[in-house]
C-alpha cells in the first residue's frame, strides 16, 4: 500500500553503528551485521527492520541467541517485540546473520552480480534486500564494513571510506575492511569484488589534502577509462572554485559495470556507474558520449556535498538532492562548454519528455506526496523540473546570494537528512527574500500556461504586458494556486540610428494575472520572453513571423533567438497536420539560408537548424494523429532541404573540410544535421553512404563514431538500400564491444521500413541480446518506441502489442526496467481517440499479468483511472 508525505514520523531508534562482514558467493552469500542501537525517544516500540528477499539465519541481542518465539518475521520486515528492550538501557547490540542469493537476483537491486563481478545497488530501498535493517535514509550510522570472497576470482574487494585492514584467509580466500566516518544512511553503502583493470591518479585539494583516485573497468579496458578520470579532476576542481566544496575521504574510487539500472551512484567514496558513463575512446565513443560521461561523473562527484553530507530526510524529499545536484551538474557542463547550447539541451529534454511526464498519469509535483514504489520517482520532474525549480531560484536572488544560501544550507545542515523546506529556508536567510510563494513549485504539479498580451500606447510611450498564469486542474488538483515565476525579456526597439537595440528585464509573475508598465518606450516594442528559458512553463504570445524573424536575427539572448526559430517551425508542423495544402513559406528558406552563412557557433547554428522533436510537438496538439504528425515533420524536412540544399551541401562540405583539420565537436555536428536533411534527396542520398564508408575505410585517423553513426541514422530514417550492408559491416565490426553493439541495436529498432516487426524479432534472437541487461533491453525496444513512431504509433497496434509483450517480460526479470519503458504507452493522453483505445488495450493486458510487480502495478492504475 502506498506511503504518504504526510505520514512522517522520526525514526523510533537510531543506530549509531554497523558492522557488516560479508562473505561472497554466487548462491549463498552470508552477511552478518551488528548493529549499535539506542532508543531515540521515551516510548515503548517494537523494533521493525525492513528486509526483502534474504533468508534469516539467526538474530542474537545482547549477545542472547534469540528464538523463533521471540520474534516476528513476514516477507518485508523483522520485528523484536518491544518487551525485549524493557529493560536494556542505552545502546545495545544486534546481531543479525542472513544469506542472499545475488546470482538469482535479476532485479539489480542489492546485492547482484553483473558478469564476474558482485556489486550492489541500494538507493532507494535496496538495502533491505541484503540485511535486515532500517532502511530509510534519515537513519545514519558510521559503516565498517568487511568483504571475504575467493582471492583469484576476486582480487579487489571494495566498499566504503578508507581500507583499515587486509590479508590471506584459508582455502583461497581473502579480505578487506573499509571503515566509513561519515555517519550515511544505508541508501549510500556499497560493496564491489572482481578482477578489475585499475586506473589511479590524484588529485589535491585547495586545502591540501592528497587524495588517491582510483577507476576500475573490466578488464582490457584501461585506456578507455582515461576521459572518465580527466572528468572526474575538472568536476573536483570546479566545486571548488565555484561552492568553495572540498572532498573529504583519502581515496575516490569509481567502478564500471555492464548490469545497471541506471546511470550512476553516488555512493560515499565509492561511486558504481553503468559503464556506458566510463568508458570511451575515440573509435568507440559519439560526441555525445564524451558529454554525458562528463556530465554524470561531475553529477556523482557533486553529490558528496548535496546528498551525502546533507542527505534526505525521507524519499519525497529526494528533489533536495537530485533537483540541487543536476542544476549544479548542467552549470559545470555549461562552463566546460557551450553555455548556450548546454541549455538550449536542457530545454529539449524537458520539453519533449517532462513536459510530457507532467501532462500524463503519472504527474507529481517535484516533491511528491504519495508514493508505492519509490523507484518511480526518480524522474523527469524530479530531475530535471527539480534543477528548474533551483535555477528559477538562482535567478530571483542572483548568483551572489545563491552562493550565499549554500554556504549557510551547509553551515546549519552537514551531517543531517533534512527537507526542501530547510533548502528554501535557508536560501531565503541568506538573501532576505520572501520564499513563501516560491515553495508552491514543490507541491503543485504540471506545466503552467502563461498568456500574454500586449499593449503599446503611442502617446504616452508606454508598454504593457498582461501576463496570466494556470497551472492544470485535475481531480487530485482542483485549485492550483499562482506560483512565483521569474520572467526574463527583452525588448527590441529601433536606436536613434535605425539599428535594433535590445533591453534585459526581469519580471516577477507572482499574481494569477498581472500588468506590468514600461515607460519611455519610444515605439511599440518585439519582446522576446522567457530568456535562458527562465522558467519551465509553456508560453503563449500571439507573434508574428516578422517578429519571431527579428528576435531570430536581434534578440541578445542566444536562447531567445533559438526558441523563436523553434516556434516558427512548431507553427509549421502544427499548419502542415490539419492542412493538405498548407504552403511552408519562402522566408523560411532565406532564414535558413542566412543561419548557414552566419558567424554563429557551429554548435548553435546545428540546435538552430534541428527541428523540434515528434515528442515535444505531440504535446503541443490536442489528440494530435501520429501518422500526420511523423508526415508533417518529414514535410517540412523536405521543403527545407530542398530549398537550402546548395547551402547545405555547401556548409556540410565546408564542415568535412575543418574535419580534417581537426577535432571540432560543434562542427561535427553542424556537418551532421546538414547530413540529415540532404540524405532525404535523392539528387544527395549517397552522401550517408560515402560518409559512412569515410569514417570505416580503415584509416585510424578518419574513423570516427559520431559520423559513423550520424550516417547510419540518416541511413535508417530513409531505409535506404546502402543501409543493410552497413549494419551487418558495423555489427561485424564491433561485436566484441557491447557497448556499441547497444548503439548498432538502437539503430536497428529504428529503421522506417514496413517489415520493422519481423525485423524486432530477429534482433530479439541475436546471440548478443539479453532482457536482463537493462542497457540491451532499453537500446532495443526503448529505441523503437522513442525513435521510431512512425511505427511504434502504427495504426494496426503492432507497435503497442510489441512493447507491452516485452514490458510483461521484464515485469518478472526486472521491474524497474520494465517501468521505465512503459513511459510511451501511459502518456496516450495526447493522441487521437483510434490510438488511445489501440494503447489503453495493451495496458488492461498488462494490468492483468500474475504477479504484477509495484513498480508497473502504480503506473497502471494510474494511467487506467485517467
Ligand atoms: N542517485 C542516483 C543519481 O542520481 C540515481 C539512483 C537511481 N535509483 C533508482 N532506484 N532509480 O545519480
Ligand atoms: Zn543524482
Excluded at 41 to 67: R, Y
Excluded at 533 to 541: E, G, H, I, N
Excluded at 594 to 622: C, M, R, W, Y
Aim: glycine share 4%; proline share 3%; net charge negative.
Amino acid at each position: 500500500s502506498p506511503r504518504f508525505l504526510s505520514d512522517y514520523s522520526p525514526s523510533d531508534f537510531n543506530i549509531s553503528h554497523v558492522n557488516l562482514t560479508v562473505t561472497l558467493d554466487d548462491k549463498n552469500t552470508q552477511v552478518v551485521s551488528e548493529l549499535l542501537v539506542t532508543k531515540a525517544n521515551e516510548s515503548l516500540c517494537d523494533l521493525v527492520l525492513n528486509g526483502e528477499h534474504v533468508k534469516l539465519i539467526s538474530i542474537t541481542l545482547e549477545n542472547q541467541a534469540l528464538s523463533a518465539q521471540q520474534y516476528e518475521i513476514n516477507d518485508t520486515h523483522l520485528t523484536l517485540p518491544s518487551s525485549l528492550f524493557s529493560k536494556t538501557q542505552g545502546e545495545f547490540k544486534v546481531v543479525i546473520v542472513t544469506e542472499v542469493n545475488p546470482e538469482e537476483n535479476t532485479a539489480l537491486e542489492g546485492l547482484f552480480k553483473s558478469g564476474e563481478a558482485f556489486c550492489t545497488q541500494c538507493e532507494a530501498e535496496g538495502f533491505r534486500r541484503i540485511t535486515y535493517y532500517l532502511d530509510r535514509p534519515d537513519v545514519m550510522a558510521t559503516f565498517t564494513t568487511k568483504v571475504i570472497a575467493n582471492k583469484v576470482n576476486y582480487p579487489y574487494l571494495l566498499a566504503n571510506g578508507n581500507k583499515i585492514d587486509s590479508g590471506d584467509l584459508a582455502e583461497g580466500m581473502h579480505f578487506v575492511t573499509w571503515y566509513d566516518p561519515f555517519p550515511k544512511p544505508c541508501y549510500l553503502f556499497a560493496l564491489v569484488a572482481g578482477n578489475f583493470d585499475l586506473l589511479t591518479d590524484s588529485f589535491t585539494t585547495s586545502s591540501g589534502r592528497e587524495v588517491n583516485l582510483e577507476i576500475f573497468v573490466d578488464q582490457g579496458n584501461l585506456h578507455k577509462a582515461e576521459h572518465a578520470m580527466t572528468s572526474l579532476k575538472k568536476s573536483m576542481a570546479w566545486d571548488e572554485q565555484v561552492y568553495g566544496l572540498e572532498y573529504d575521504l583519502d581515496i575516490y574510487m569509481i567502478v564500471a559495470v555492464d548490469f545497471f539500472n541506471m546511470g550512476a551512484m553516488e555512493n560515499k567514496g565509492l561511486n558504481v556507474f553503468n559503464s556506458k558513463y566510463v568508458l570511451a575512446d575515440s573509435d568507440c565513443a559519439t560526441d555525445s558520449d564524451y558529454f554525458n560521461i562528463e556530465a554524470v561523473i561531475a553529477h556523482e562527484y557533486f553529490h558528496n556535498w548535496t546528498g551525502n553530507r546533507v542527505t534526505c530526510r525521507d524519499w519525497f524529499q529526494l528533489s533536495l538532492k537530485e533537483g540541487l545536484t543536476v542544476f549544479r551538474d548542467q552549470q559545470f557542463s555549461a562552463d566546460m562548454h557551450s553555455s548556450a547550447v548546454t541549455r538550449i539541451q536542457n530545454v529539449r529534454l524537458l520539453r519533449a519528455q517532462q513536459f510530457a511526464e507532467d501532462a500524463g498519469p503519472m504527474a507529481h509535483p517535484i516533491r511528491p506526496t504519495k508514493v508505492l514504489e519509490m523507484n518511480n520517482f526518480y524522474t523527469l520532474t524530479v530531475y530535471e523540473k527539480g534543477a528548474e525549480v533551483i535555477r528559477m531560484l538562482h535567478t530571483l536572488i542572483g548568483a551572489e546570494n545563491f552562493r550565499k544560501g549554500m554556504d549557510l544550507y551547509f553551515k546549519r545542515y552537514d551531517g543531517m537528512a533534512v527537507t526542501c523546506d530547510d533548502f528554501i529556508d535557508a536560501m531565503s536567510s541568506a538573501s532576505a527574500k520572501d520564499l513563501s510563494q516560491f515553495k508552491l513549485w514543490y507541491s503543485q504539479f504540471g506545466t503552467p500556461q502563461i498568456n500574454v498580451s500586449e499593449v503599446y500606447d503611442t502617446l504616452t510611450k508606454t508598454y504593457q504586458l498582461t501576463l496570466s498564469q494556470q497551472s492544470p486542474v485535475t481531480k487530485s488538483q482542483l485549485d492550483p494556486k499562482a506560483l512565483h515565476i521569474p520572467i526574463k525579456l527583452e525588448l527590441l526597439l529601433p536606436d536613434s540610428e535605425g539599428k535594433m537595440a535590445s533591453k534585459s528585464h526581469m519580471l516577477e509573475l507572482t499574481e494569477q494575472e498581472q500588468t506590468f508598465t514600461f515607460n519611455d518606450v519610444t515605439t511599440k516594442p518585439i519582446t522576446a520572453l522567457l530568456a535562458d528559458f527562465s522558467a519551465p512553463v509553456k508560453l503563449t504570445f500571439e507573434q508574428d513571423e516578422q517578429s519571431l524573424y527579428t528576435i531570430i536575427n536581434h534578440a541578445q539572448n542566444s536562447f531567445c533567438r533559438w526558441d523563436a526559430g523553434q516556434q516558427l517551425l512548431i507553427s509549421y508542423i502544427k499548419r502542415l497536420t490539419i492542412d493538405n495544402d498548407f504552403v511552408l513559406p519562402q522566408a523560411l528558406i532565406n532564414s535558413i539560408d542566412t543561419l548557414l552563412t552566419s558567424k554563429n557557433e557551429h554548435a548553435f547554428i546545428a540546435e538552430q537548424l534541428q527541428l523540434p522533436s515528434f515528442d515535444e510537438v505531440a504535446g503541443l496538439i490536442d489528440k494530435v494523429s501520429p501518422q500526420r504528425l511523423v508526415e508533417a515533420i518529414k514535410k517540412l524536412s523536405i521543403f527545407i532541404a530542398k530549398g537550402a540544399q546548395e547551402n547545405l551541401l555547401r556548409t556540410y562540405q565546408y564542415c568535412q573540410e575543418q574535419g580534417r583539420l581537426g577535432n571540432n565537436v560543434g562542427t561535427r555536428s553542424l556537418k551532421n544535421i546538414c547530413l540529415q536533411y540532404l540524405s532525404l534527396l535523392t539528387t544527395s542520398q549517397s552522401l550517408a553512404q560515402k560518409q559512412y564508408d569515410l569514417a570505416n575505410n580503415g584509416l585510424v585517423q578518419n574513423e570516427n563514431m559520431t559520423d559513423s553513426l550520424a550516417a547510419l541514422t540518416c541511413a535508417a530514417k530513409i531505409n535506404a538500400e546502402s543501409l543493410t550492408n552497413q549494419l551487418s559491416h558495423f555489427e561485424n565490426k564491433w561485436q566484441d564491444t557491447t557497448l556499441v553493439m547497444d548503439k548498432w541495436f538502437a539503430i536497428n529498432a529504428s529503421v522506417e521500413t514496413e517489415t520493422i516487426f519481423e525485423h524486432l524479432d530477429q534482433l530479439m534472437e541475436h546471440p548478443l541480446f539479453t532482457l536482463k541487461n537493462p542497457n540491451r533491453a532499453r537500446s532495443l525496444i526503448g529505441a523503437f518506441a522513442m525513435n521510431n513512431p512512425k511505427y511504434f504509433h502504427c495504426p494496426t497496434g503492432r507497435g503497442y502489442e510489441f512493447l507491452a509483450a516485452q514490458i510483461a517480460k521484464l515485469n518478472t526479470i526486472n521491474p524497474q526496467v520494465a517501468s521505465r519503458l512503459i513511459t510511451p504507452l501511459i502518456q496516450f493522453k495526447s493522441f487521437e481517440a483510434s490510438h488511445q483505445i489501440l494503447m489503453k488495450e495493451q495496458l488492461v493486458k498488462l494490468h492483468n499479468l500474475p504477479e504484477l510487480s509495484n513498480d508497473l502495478k502504480e503506473k497502471l492504475d494510474a494511467a487506467l483511472a485517467d
